[in-house]
T-cell receptor, first 116, second 113 residues
Framework: AQSVTQLGSHVSVSEGALVLLRCNYS??????LFWYVQYPNQGLQLLLKYTTGATLVKGINGFEAEFKKSETSFHLTKPSAHMSDAAEYFC??????????????FGKGTKLSVKP | DGGITQSPKYLFRKEGQNVTLSCEQN?????MYWYRQDPGQGLRLIYYSQIVNDFQKGDIAEGYSVSREKKESFPLTVTSAQKNPTAFYLCASSGDRIRSPLHFGNGTRLTVT
């Protein structure tokens, strides 16, 4: 069965610094991978997704992620953090098995703080 | 403007009472989902429905029930059998269960005392 591990429940960066949020997955078949962002007391919003093709995926708000099969990783990056990036970020993998195929399996989330 | 509407935003109930959370979508999506979110636990799937009049249990269905009588609507009932119902509940939908991303509502925060 698939699983998702997000390393670091809290990450703090300074405004203008690089943002790196880590996500590793386990899957025996090529996965579909997603990053979502959640602002306080709101639902989740899609940042970007990888299904097939180019392994470097660009998303909204300047974020991007690279699918690395050999490392089973899908880390999220942004070159320069902005105060408005402070939120919780979730990595997810699409379940590829049986009747639950298509259901998303979420990591536990990483809260990003941005210091002025 | 298409989207998912969850109501109410905040809900308070006494222990032992059933409560129903509303979820409506106008995205014409076939698939709908209910997730529960607790601090530090990510999202856990309660129930999902791929089509009208059909639904399946997710990972934590005990103490919950759903119905899907209309494509647009997927209400969730939190029953008195749910041992720890206080949580943030998120409804979502998708057009293609395999590749398409989920569209989320803004959630209902349920507090049971």
């Amino acid at each position: 069965a698939q699983s998702v591990t997000q390393l670091g429940s809290h990450v703090s960066v300074s405004e203008g610094a690089l943002v790196l949020l880590r996500c590793n997955y386990s899957s025996s078949v090529p996965p579909y991978l997603f990053w979502y962002v959640q602002y306080p007391n709101q639902g989740l919003q899609l940042l970007l997704k990888y299904t097939t093709g180019a392994t470097l995926v660009k998303g909204i708000n300047g974020f991007e992620a690279e699918f690395k099969k050999s490392e089973t990783s899908f880390h999220l990056t942004k070159p320069s953090a902005h105060m408005s990036d402070a939120a919780e970020y979730f990595c997810a993998v699409s379940d590829n098995y049986g009747g639950s195929q298509g259901n998303l399996i979420f990591g536990k989330g990483t809260k990003l703080s941005v210091k002025p | 403007d298409g989207g998912i509407t969850q109501s109410p935003k905040y809900l308070f109930r006494k222990e032992g009472q059933n409560v129903t959370l509303s979820c409506e979508q106008n995205l014409n999506h076939d698939a709908m989902y209910w997730y529960r979110q607790d601090p530090g636990q990510g999202l856990r799937l309660i129930y999902y429905s791929q089509i009208v009049n059909d639904f399946q249990k997710g990972d934590i269905a005990e103490g919950y029930s759903v119905s899907r009588e209309k494509k647009e609507s997927f209400p969730l009932t939190v029953t008195s059998a749910q041992k720890n119902p206080t949580a943030f509940y998120l409804c979502a939908s998708s057009g293609d269960r395999i590749r398409s991303p989920l569209h989320f509502g803004n959630g209902t925060r349920l507090t049971v005392t």
